[in-house]
Structures are given as C-alpha cells and as structure tokens.
Nanobody, 114 residues
Framework: QVQLQESGGGLVQPEGSLRLSCAAS????????LGWYRQAPGKQRELVAR???????VYADSVKGRFTISRNNAANTVTLQMNSLKPEDTAVYYC????????WGQGTQVTVSS
C-alpha cells in the first residue's frame, strides 16, 4: 500500500518561509507527476503546484513567484519551498500523485499569522 508522509509545516509570520517535504513509498516514483495541494477551513482542496517526471512545473496563480516545487527521485521525495507567505496560505498541505492519486496522507498544517 502506497503511503504519503508530509512534514515541515508550522506557524510562520507573514512574509516568512517554510519548506514542506513529502515522502512517498511507491515503486517507479520517478515516472509519476506529483502535486502539492492545500485545504483551508471550509474550502475545497485545491492544487497548488505539480511537477512531472521530467521536472516540468505548473503553479496555481495564487502562488506563482512565491512557491517552488521540486523532487528528488533517488529519495522518493517531493518538496515545496514557500516564500513570502501570506495569511491566505494558511491551510493543511498534502501531496499526492497527480494522475494516479492514492489515499491521502494526514497532511501538514501551515499557519501564517502575526
């Protein structure tokens, strides 16, 4: 069974930075497109960024220029570097396989507040 483990969240002030990491136990990890998602209270889960097996990235308009997604195929991990954080970035952040999603992990809470 594929497992996803997100980490790196926390409380940060506006304009601060956080780096999220996701470890995935899936064979052929390097062949999958991966995504970072977030879900704020009372809202639907939304895609924040995704990265293909070849490293092509796509970002939601709300995070362009502030967030960077990357992957380490040797370690089966995908990371999300978040800079210039805003209060509206507050959410639980999840990772998953974009075209072949598996059971969601527990996510990691990101709270942006002064």
């Amino acid at each position: 069974q594929v497992q996803l483990q997100e980490s790196g969240g926390g409380l940060v002030q506006p304009e601060g930075s956080l780096r999220l990491s996701c470890a995935a136990s899936r064979t052929m990890f390097n062949s999958y497109t991966l995504g970072w998602y977030r879900q704020a209270p009372g809202k639907q889960r939304e895609l924040v960024a995704r990265i293909t097996s070849g490293g092509t990235t796509v970002y939601a308009d709300s995070v362009k220029g502030r967030f960077t997604i990357s992957r380490n195929n040797a370690a089966n991990t995908v990371t999300l570097q978040m800079n210039s954080l805003k209060p509206e970035d507050t959410a639980v952040y999840y990772c998953n396989f974009y075209f072949a999603p598996v059971t969601w992990g527990q996510g990691t809470q990101v709270t942006v507040s002064s």
